[in-house]
């Protein structure tokens, strides 16, 4: 190994050989040299690559793979002809065969527990999403960016540039029409298809984005949404996800239950009927439009409460609220943090049911909830997002007995 006296500073355009190390979070595997830890795009563990340096910062360095010099036998040909150094920064998985891309998630999630929480022993199976066979077609909406001259593409990887692209393969394939049309003096489009196949655009020429509905059926029911609503990206992520919360979770009749970060009341829908009319679903959600969504969605779920309010805000009057037997928690990619960790546990619910989709964020607060008395109990993870290094984790955690809950 090279002496650090030795060593020449990396700079930006380098091109240098290594052999690539673990997946890091992010899409990204490690790789080592002249004294840095570099951060590789396109490579797989094993491999040996030439790369060249694109980012040189005081803390990380960051290189993509320009040419396979040794290639991981799970290395395939990349069905989308977009992704690639330099180009879409949307998909970071696409050179990897599906079940090594699942591999590394599980992988990304162990390490995630392992560094963040403190728990070496955590085993987590990503299963792929029922009814996903190609990793292709699962994605329910896009955002497209537009160029100066009006047609759509993707923003090149951590760039303002936008590269133009004619079709996206991971889009349900409704929208493969979207980017065939310009659109001028347009910022941005979002596209959208419903389970009954409907697509819907809509155009934000001036930062506002008009409202357009779309329908999506999940076990049996059907959802009438905003676009602009958050909706789970995968067609098969919000039964797959409704599933493990009931089956992780396992709401009883009569029992009062919070849904928080609810979104337009996924979970609330069918926590509503394992509760019964004797039970109670409090759904907590920030935005007005979700709520609106609903509020017309659950019109007909009468133990459902929904409130429009930040979480923080509303479990900092949680004492007003009531006994609590179970909460779903599916928070933002960041988290929950302290505060509202430390809410939650002092209402002794019998389990906390987390919809993660950021594991770090996920094992940073699992082991906040420790300190509360909740320990991790079980875990389950989702390919809700193949072809990009996304992942979508389900995890209980229960009451640690004899643990003084809060101290
Ligand atoms: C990951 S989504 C989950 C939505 C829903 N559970 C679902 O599966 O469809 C997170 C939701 O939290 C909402 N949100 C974000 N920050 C919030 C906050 N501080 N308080 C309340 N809601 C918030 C967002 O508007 C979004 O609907």
Redesign the pocket.
């Known amino acids: 190994m090279t002496s650090k006296s030795s060593e020449v500073p990396l700079a930006v355009g380098d091109v240098l050989e290594v052999t690539i190390g673990q997946i890091a979070h992010g899409g990204h595997f490690i790789a080592h040299a002249q004294g840095r830890t570099i951060f590789v795009r396109h490579a797989i563990t094993g491999e040996s690559v030439r790369i060249k340096i694109t980012e040189v910062r005081s803390k990380m360095v960051r290189a993509d793979a320009i040419k396979i010099l040794v290639k991981s036998p799970d290395r395939v040909t990349a069905p989308c002809e977009f992704t690639g150094p330099g180009a879409c920064g949307g998909c970071d998985f696409q050179h990897i065969a599906l079940a090594r891309q699942r591999a590394f998630k599980q992988q990304v999630v162990k390490d995630a527990f392992r560094r963040h929480a403190g728990l070496n022993e955590v085993e987590v199976v990503v299963e792929s999403v029922p009814g996903d066979q190609s990793g292709l077609s699962w994605r329910t909406r896009v955002r497209w960016s537009v160029d100066s001259s009006g047609h759509l593409g993707f923003h090149r990887f951590r760039s303002s540039e936008i590269l133009p692209v004619n079709t996206c393969l991971i889009a349900t394939q409704g929208q493969g029409a979207v980017p065939e049309s310009t659109y001028p003096g347009v910022l941005e489009v979002r596209s959208a298809q419903g389970s009954d196949g409907e697509l819907v655009i809509s155009n934000a020429a001036s930062g506002s984005t008009s409202s357009r509905r779309v329908n999506q059926e999940v076990l049996g029911r059907n959802w009438n949404i905003d676009i602009e609503?958050?909706?789970?990206g995968h067609v098969g992520a919000?039964e797959a996800?409704v599933r493990a919360v009931l089956d992780l979770g396992n709401p009883q009749p009569g029992e009062t239950w919070w849904?928080?970060?609810?979104?337009?009341?996924?979970?609330s829908g069918y926590l509503s009927s394992a509760v019964g009319p004797n039970g109670l679903v409090v759904a907590?959600?920030?935005?007005a439009r979700?709520v609106r969504d609903a509020r017309r969605n659950l019109q007909h779920d009468h133990q459902v409460k929904l409130v429009e309010?930040?979480?923080?805000?509303?479990l900092a009057k949680a004492t007003d609220h009531g006994l609590v037997s179970g909460v779903?928690l599916?928070?933002?990619?960041t988290g929950v943090g302290r505060v509202i960790a430390r809410q939650i546990a002092a209402q002794e619910p019998r389990v906390v049911v987390y919809?993660a989709?950021d594991p770090v964020a996920l094992a940073r607060d699992v082991a906040i909830f420790y300190t509360f008395g909740y320990r991790l109990d079980k875990i389950t993870g989702f390919d809700a997002f193949p072809m990009t290094h996304h992942v979508e984790v389900v995890a209980t955690l229960v009451p640690i007995p004899g643990h003084d809950q809060i101290s």
């Open positions: 609503s958050f909706w789970q919000a996800l849904d928080l970060y609810s979104g337009v009341g996924l979970f907590v959600e920030g935005s979700s309010s930040d979480v923080a805000r509303w779903v599916d928070p933002p990619r919809v989709c």
